[in-house]
């Protein structure tokens, strides 16, 4: 059959040609091009030898009134092979449109014989090779042809210019317009995609009717030349991406119907013709990627352009615009400015205001000043905004709010200062934020995590951000990248949404920060220190240098405040649950058998028994009680209750007062013995700051403790009751934190922990000095001990003993003044590890320095 059919083939030239015989070229013709070809997807089944004549098969098409095929439109069919000489059997073809196949070879100039051929699309192919001359010369009656993104190489060939009936767009893809006819006015060359290469045809510069020529992505080289400006038809012209160089030749001005000049990635030098201004119509202009020098010019925002890219240039100078008000309407065309990569410098002036339109501003990598204009609050129509790469410094304006379009906005490598704003949040459409590598501070704003549609990028690494992360942002459920590091961020980071997943990367060189990604486990939550601040009305949010220290100050008595209250807390809590295991009834005597004891006459500094009322013992003076029964235990004489029970008033036989503390844990004494033992240890301790313990009373089921009374009363009363509150001076309460702190070094030096610091346990005395009581008491209660012991271990969080558990209430201290130092750039003390922490005599050395230079300052 094969061989038949190809006897036919050749044989049929020289038969008499009759009707049948001419359908059967057309038939032959066809089964022998489809012979040659892989038809993979079996598109070409319905083309069968038998049939008498192909008008009904696919993708042919035949003259109703001859019967002969006139157009094979095979576009997509995933044909390859080679394009044969059987095609010239079908003698009144005028159509061939091969495109976006695989067909491979080279163009066979054997295809310039058809004499009826009006349209060649050849185009997204595998052809390679040369475009053969030939194919030119006979185009007698050729109106289109596309050999787009094939494989083609060397130069266009000069007989195209003698293709002077060349028309109609050849850029189609997929099918052939129908009205193709209609198209005539149009003529357009695309050559893009291929290799083509060498100088442009001096032939081309006939063309003077084409208005499209496009020659995107060849290798041509050497100069655009003068002639160009011959084709005065052209609307649009596409050098862009060849190796084109020299200057672009002023007579581009001459092309006064351009409206699309696109001479983009290839290597023209000198600067952007002035001519360009005589192109009326331009809207599209993009030389970006070529080697142009010199000022930006002021006149290409008076062209009225739609879309400007300059980017990837070495142009220098000032944005400046001409003649600003005159032409405003040009301004409000623009939609598109990329004069990026450049080397632009000054700063960007305000007026970018009257870009109206502007959808992309990109300003990035060149060497601009100054602050982000606040006009871009007026960029509504924005949807791109990239700065990135420049020395912008001032900081981020609030009106960025205004800006309602924008998607993008990039920031990233400036000396950008202050905070993020909040109004950030107005900019809802965003999906990428960049601001990285500025020197931003203060916290990441909450508002970000009201930017519901940004979902590909929050980077933020490399700045100077604190505080803590918004929990919200965890609604941020479409966010790829949240980038937050080598910041200053401390605390946990949230749990939930993206951070369950977030890579380590994006969260390294925060040291405070805290999570299980981090490998870097929480400290338990401090409670929030109590800022005793006397100027808190006044003075906001930004401390001047001045009152560094003050804060300082403010920092460590918020501290002492902290870290009594989470000692209580804790303290607390402990005490409960084992007063709960432990809860049997109460034996306490009544005042009555304390007045009994009080009478009697024994009492002395030497121990006394009594096997009725328990044991005496006083470490000094005399112990007669000179009050009646309403002294002791008395409502009446109540001065406070603590912890570890009831404080009462009292006074000895000679005079001296006495503070009687009645323990109400004495369920968990264990012994007498422990306790004796232990009362004895903490009355030999002594200290101006601390309040001296004169004695004690026990039986199995009351225990008290003779304290020395101090007559100012404590300074949780000065703080917060009555008329006193807020009198304490600034002088005042320096002394009380340094005499505190004292009385604590003291305490450690001879390993006693206090266990129960608080504002009541700290007492003053006329003198204003400080008093320390109620120290060590815990070590009374083994059993408590213990607990605490076993809670902290399986915590993990504190320290394994309680020394490091009171050194724990240190770093609540350091943090505090770590933040406030922080907040007032004087950088971190980094005091999270245990060895790292002051103890409480560098604390002392530390308060004597801070008090020395300054003692002028508070008053
Ligand atoms: C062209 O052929 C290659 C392999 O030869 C194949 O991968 C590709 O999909 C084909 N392209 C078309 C458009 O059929
Ligand atoms: C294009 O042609 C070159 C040789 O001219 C060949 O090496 C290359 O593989 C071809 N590319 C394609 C996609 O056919
Ligand atoms: C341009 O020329 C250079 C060598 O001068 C070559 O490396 C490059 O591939 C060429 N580019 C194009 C698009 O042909
Ligand atoms: C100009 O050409 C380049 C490279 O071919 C292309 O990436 C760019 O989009 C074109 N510019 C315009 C405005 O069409
Ligand atoms: C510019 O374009 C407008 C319409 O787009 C047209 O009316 C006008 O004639 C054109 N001007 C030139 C010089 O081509
Ligand atoms: C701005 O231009 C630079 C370089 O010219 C480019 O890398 C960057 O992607 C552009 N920005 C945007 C948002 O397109
Ligand atoms: C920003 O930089 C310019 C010079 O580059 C300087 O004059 C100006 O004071 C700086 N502004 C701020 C807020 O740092
Ligand atoms: C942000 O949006 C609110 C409400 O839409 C508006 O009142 C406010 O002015 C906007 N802020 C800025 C900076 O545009
Ligand atoms: C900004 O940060 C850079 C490093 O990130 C630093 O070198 C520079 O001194 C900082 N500038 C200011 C004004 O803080
Ligand atoms: C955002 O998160 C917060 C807590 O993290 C939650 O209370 C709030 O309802 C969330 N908002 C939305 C809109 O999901
Ligand atoms: C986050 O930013 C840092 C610094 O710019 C970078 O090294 C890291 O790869 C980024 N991480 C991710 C996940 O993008």
């Known amino acids: 059959m094969l061989l038949n059919l190809l006897i036919s083939l050749f044989l049929a030239p020289i038969l008499v040609q009759s009707t049948d015989q001419a359908l059967n070229d057309d038939v032959l013709g066809l089964i022998v091009f489809k012979a040659g070809l892989s038809d993979p997807e079996s598109k070409l089944n319905s083309w069968n030898e038998d049939d008498d004549v192909p008008c009904n098969w696919v993708g042919v098409k035949c003259d109703p009134r001859t019967n002969r095929v006139s157009e094979l439109v095979l576009n997509g069919f995933s044909l390859s092979g080679h394009i044969g000489k059987s095609l010239l059997r079908l003698q009144f ?497 009544s005042a009555a058998a304390l007045f009994t004891m009080s009478r009697d006459d024994d009492l002395s500094h030497s121990p006394t028994i009594d096997s009725n009322y328990g044991k005496l013992v006083m470490f000094s003076g005399e112990a007669g009680f000179v009050a009646g029964t309403h002294a002791l235990l008395n409502k009446d004489c109540e001065l406070g209750r603590g912890g570890f029970g009831a404080v009462y008033q009292t006074v000895l036989q000679d005079g001296r007062p006495m503070a009687i503390k009645k323990l109400n844990i004495s369920s968990l004494i264990k012994s007498q013995e422990v306790f004796e033992k232990e009362i004895k240890k903490l009355g030999k301790i002594k200290h101006p700051n601390l309040v001296a313990i004169e004695g004690y009373y026990w039986t199995p089921s009351l225990q008290l403790l003779f304290n020395e009374f101090v007559s100012g009363g404590s300074l949780y009363k000065h703080l917060h009751e009555g008329q006193s509150e807020n009198c304490l001076t600034w002088q005042q309460r320096f002394n009380l934190i340094l005499g505190t702190a004292k009385a604590l070094s003291h305490l450690h030096q001879v390993n006693t922990i206090h266990y129960n610091i608080k504002s009541t346990n700290v007492l003053i005395d006329n003198s204003g000095e400080p008093k320390l009581g109620d120290f060590g008491l815990a070590r009374l209660l083994p059993m408590l001990d213990r607990y605490i012991f076993k809670q902290q271990d399986s915590e993990r969080t504190w320290g394994k003993r309680p020394v490091e558990y009171m050194e724990d209430d240190v770093v609540v201290l350091s943090d505090v003044v770590r933040g406030a130092l922080e907040e007032g750039r004087c950088g971190g003390m980094g005091r999270w590890v245990p060895s790292n922490r002051p103890d409480m005599g560098e604390v002392v050395k530390i308060l004597e320095l801070i008090q020395c230079p300054s003692e002028g300052e508070w008053a």
């Open 93 to 589: 073809l005028r159509i061939l449109s091969l495109s976006k196949n695989n067909f491979t070879g080279s163009i066979n100039p054997i295809l310039a014989q058809f004499q009826s051929l009006r349209v060649i699309d050849l185009s997204e192919n595998g052809l390679s090779g040369l475009i053969p001359d030939e194919i030119f010369r006979q185009c007698r009656f050729l109106r289109v042809i596309s050999l787009a993104r094939n494989n083609l190489s060397g130069p266009i060939p000069d007989s195209l210019s003698s293709c002077s009936t060349l028309e109609g767009s050849n850029k189609f893809t997929g099918q052939i317009p129908e009205d193709i006819g209609g198209c005539l006015l149009l003529k357009s060359l695309d050559f893009s995609d291929n290799s083509l290469s060498g100088l442009l045809p001096e032939s081309m510069q006939k063309l003077s009717l084409c208005n499209s020529l496009s020659l995107r992505r060849n290798s041509f080289t050497g100069e655009v030349p003068d002639w160009v400006g011959n084709m005065r038809g052209l609307e649009s012209l596409d050098l862009s991406a060849n190796n084109f160089s020299g200057p672009i030749p002023n007579s581009i001005g001459d092309l006064e119907l351009l409206k699309e000049l696109n001479l983009s990635t290839n290597k023209f030098t000198g600067s952007l013709p002035k001519s360009l201004t005589s192109c009326i119509n331009l809207s599209a202009l993009d030389v970006s990627k070529n080697s142009l020098i010199g000022n930006l010019p002021p006149w290409i925002f008076n062209l009225g352009l739609q879309s400007v890219s300059l980017s990837g240039n070495r142009l220098t100078g000032r944005m400046e615009y001409d003649s600003l008000s005159s032409k405003a309407t040009s301004y409000r065309s623009l939609k598109i400015l990329d004069l990026s990569s450049n080397s632009l410098s000054g700063e960007i002036p305000s007026v970018i205001r009257r870009f109206s339109s502007l959808q992309l501003l990109n300003l990035s990598r060149n060497s601009l000043i100054g602050s982000v204009p606040i006009t871009i609050g007026e960029l509504k129509t924005t949807q791109v905004l990239d700065l990135s790469f420049n020395q912008l410094n001032g900081s981020i304006p609030s009106e960025i709010g205004g800006a309602v379009s924008l998607h993008e906005l990039r920031l990233e490598t400036n000396f950008i200062t202050g905070t993020i704003p909040s109004e950030i949040e107005n900019c809802s459409s965003l999906t990428s934020l960049i601001l990285s590598k500025n020197n931003l501070t203060g916290l990441v704003p909450v508002a970000i995590s009201n930017l519901f549609l940004i979902s590909k990028i929050v980077d933020l690494s490399f700045n100077d951000l604190s505080g803590t992360l918004p929990k919200e942002l965890t609604n941020l459920s479409h966010l790829l990248i949240f980038n937050i590091s080598h910041n200053h961020l401390h605390g946990e980071l949230p749990v939930g949404g993206f951070f369950n997943n977030i890579p380590l990367s994006s969260v390294s060189g925060n040291p405070s920060l805290c999570g299980s990604i981090l490998n870097h486990s929480c400290p338990a939550v401090h409670p929030k220190p109590i800022v005793l601040n006397p100027n808190s009305s006044s003075n906001g949010g930004s401390l001047s240098p001045k009152l560094h220290r003050k804060r300082i100050v403010l920092s460590i008595i918020s501290a002492l405040v902290a870290i009594s209250a989470a000692v209580f807390i804790v303290l607390g809590v402990v005490i409960v649950t084992v007063l709960n295991f432990h809860a049997r009834p109460s034996t306490s005597p």
